[in-house]
């Protein structure tokens, strides 16, 4: 079965400081990863995703998540945050063809950045 | 163009009561996405629908029930409502094929409070 695990429930950062959000996944196939972004009281909104060729993947906002497919992770990263990026961060796989057509999330991580 | 609408944005329900939530996918995009966001518990799958059909189910009790309209719109029904139903409901929509390129975009999310 497919999971994936965001083992920090939440993380504290000053602003302009530099920030990573850890996201690890399990599959058997190949999948598509996706991170998402919730500000408060919203919907999801797509921050980035990868779906092949470069393991680098970057954001209109700075952001940028590196897949690595030997340590099955997608972590995301930003060398500098503003107290705007305060939201909660999703990471999923997507699973596709038949009858698996849907996201998987990780439990989400809480960014919370301090003047 | 208009993203994915969900309605109404807050529904306040009593127990043993029914609730309905409604969806509007993008222009164009054939399949609708439920999604469970109760606190602490993160996004839990709850349906699919293409093409009018249900495609895969998360693990829910059957009282969660819903259809797609022949315009790609979707209701969903949630009968027997328990205080625990209390959560936020994510609709999304995409392409048929999730994953291959594409996205799933989120409405605003139904706010449904069980008392």
């Known amino acids: 079965a497919q999971s994936v695990t965001q083992l920090d429930s939440q993380v504290p950062v000053f602003e302009e400081a530099p920030v990573e959000l850890r996201c690890n996944y399990s599959?058997?196939?190949?999948?598509?990863l996706f991170w998402y972004v919730q500000y408060p009281n919203q919907g999801l909104q797509l921050l980035l995703k990868y779906l092949s060729g470069s393991t680098l993947v970057e954001s209109i906002n700075g952001f940028e998540a590196e897949f690595n497919k030997s340590q099955t992770s997608f972590h995301l990263r930003k060398p500098s945050v503003h107290i705007s990026d305060t939201a909660e961060y999703f990471c999923?796989?997507?699973?596709?063809?038949?009858?698996?057509?849907?996201?998987?999330f990780g439990t989400g991580t809480l960014l919370a950045v301090q003047p | 163009e208009a993203g994915v609408t969900q309605s109404p944005t807050h529904l306040i329900k009593t127990r043993g009561q029914q609730a309905t939530l409604r969806c509007s996918p993008i222009s164009g995009h054939t399949s609708v996405y439920w999604y469970q966001q109760a606190l602490g518990l993160g996004l839990q799958f709850l349906l699919w629908?293409?093409?009018?059909?249900?495609?895969n189910r998360g693990n829910f009790p059957p009282r969660f029930s819903g259809r797609q309209f022949p315009n790609y719109s979707s209701e969903l029904n949630v009968n027997a409502l328990e205080l625990e139903d209390s959560a936020l409901y994510l609709c999304?929509?995409?392409?048929?094929?999730?994953?291959?390129?594409?996205?799933?975009?989120f409405g605003q999310g139904t706010r449904l409070t069980v008392v």
């Open positions: 999304a929509s995409s392409p048929r094929l999730l994953g291959v390129g594409t996205e799933a975009f």
């Open positions: 599959s058997s196939v190949s999948v598509y």
């Open positions: 999923a796989v997507s699973l596709w063809g038949g009858a698996t057509n849907k996201l998987i």
């Open positions: 629908y293409d093409e009018g059909e249900e495609r």
